[in-house]
């Protein structure tokens, strides 16, 4: 993706440093582009927690950066013993972040994997930096892919429009900057503007934390992509209206079944599109999906934030970062951070290896070396 037109990932090794990694603060945005530099696991682990880093794909590969820094660290440790228990420490202090986006789990179980096949503790740096560089080179070839097959799905809804824009609507951000690189939702937009067509995308802007508005807004206007900022409630309407020709979402979690964690508010978006007949597709890497969980609802892990989140609102006055209360002090407030979407309500999931249904059966054709 570019910024101002130069090209960056989301995050990467500092190119003079190789023990500092660099990340996007995604809190500053739209507004300042900050680059934060993260030399520890606490500070990996704080920068995932409090959502400078944030989006399943960026999680994950902001946790294999953070087992790298910890196994840096450990080399400090007496022995191979105690390095693995340093890493260990680490694993848990990680995962322990954020409890949705399987990414996470899956990017530190990954990297403890591989660390493990060093002898000695002097060997062990180089492959958790090795697996970390796989981890953030794969994400971002995955996303890629992903808007390769996703492409084909816009070009034939295109083909019908007798050369109007093809309207996509989309929630949260599963940019570029949920990811290392393209997006998951937005990479077929990417590549179907790239390639000529023409596509206009309504952003629903995502409350409470308006990921929608503040950050997909941003990046798909720095890629010249139209698009207009909407209100989470008004998504049914528009479809309604036919105005809405696809939904493309991203997802933090997926069952190996086809049901879908995502940002809260999803759920409606899918009910809504099944009452409209709008196709409603779900990008995700195969990192994405949980190949232990089978029920969506009974097992995914919804992440509940603090009431005062969703009792404030923030933004910029005149340069200056303000933050506002929007209920009333003594209001108590449940602040869900994600919702699951049955797999019933989905036309399809597109993933780095192609189209697939959401079920299970579907699921393992694309992926056979899962099935149990
Ligand atoms: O809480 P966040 O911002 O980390 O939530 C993740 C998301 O942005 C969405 O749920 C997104 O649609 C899926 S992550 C690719």
């Known amino acids: 993706m570019k910024v101002r037109g130069q090209h960056f990932r989301t995050i990467w090794l500092k190119p003079d440093d190789e023990c500092v990694v660099q990340l996007i603060d995604q809190r500053f945005l739209p507004q300042r582009f900050v680059i934060e530099e993260a030399r520890t696991v606490e500070q990996m682990a704080t920068a995932i927690r409090e959502m400078h880093v944030r989006g399943a794909g960026l999680i994950g590969a902001s946790a294999g950066y953070g087992m790298y820094l910890a196994a840096i660290k450990a080399t400090d440790c007496p022995s191979v013993a105690e390095f693995d ?75 019908k429009k007798a050369g109007k824009p093809v309207n996509v609507l989309t929630h949260c951000n599963a940019g570029w900057l949920a990811f290392v690189d393209y997006g998951s939702a937005t990479a077929p937009i990417y590549a179907a503007h790239d390639s000529g067509l023409l596509v206009h995308v309504w952003v629903a802007e995502t409350r409470p934390r308006n990921q929608g508005s503040k950050l997909t807004a941003w990046e798909l206007g720095q890629h010249g992509v139209p698009h207009t900022v909407i209100a989470d409630s008004a998504a049914g309407h528009l479809m309604q209206h036919g105005d809405v020709d696809l939904v493309i979402v991203g997802t933090d979690r997926t069952t190996y079944t086809g049901d879908v964690a995502n940002k809260i508010g999803t759920y409606p978006k899918a009910l809504a599109a099944s009452d409209n007949n709008v196709p409603f597709y779900v990008a995700l890497p195969s990192s994405s999906i949980d190949w232990r969980m089978q029920d969506g609802l009974k097992e995914i892990p919804i992440e509940e934030r603090c009431a005062e989140e969703l009792k404030h609102a923030d933004g910029w006055l005149a340069g200056q970062h303000v933050e506002v209360r929007v209920a009333p002090e003594e209001s108590p407030a449940a602040n869900y951070g994600f919702d699951v979407t049955p797999r019933r309500l989905i036309t399809a999931l597109i993933t780095e290896r192609g189209v697939c249904e959401a079920n299970e059966k579907s699921i393992f054709s694309l992926f056979p070396e899962h099935v149990p």
């Open 85 to 159: 228990k340093h890493l260990a420490e680490a694993a848990v202090q990680l995962k322990e972040t954020r409890p949705t986006a399987v990414n996470l789990s899956w990017a530190i179980e990954r990297q403890l994997k591989n660390i493990a096949e060093g002898k000695t503790a002097a060997e062990k740096p180089a492959l958790a930096l090795r697996t970390a560089r796989l981890i953030a080179d794969e994400d971002a070839e995955h996303c890629r892919m992903i808007g390769h097959h996703g492409l084909a799905l816009i070009q034939q809804i295109a083909r």
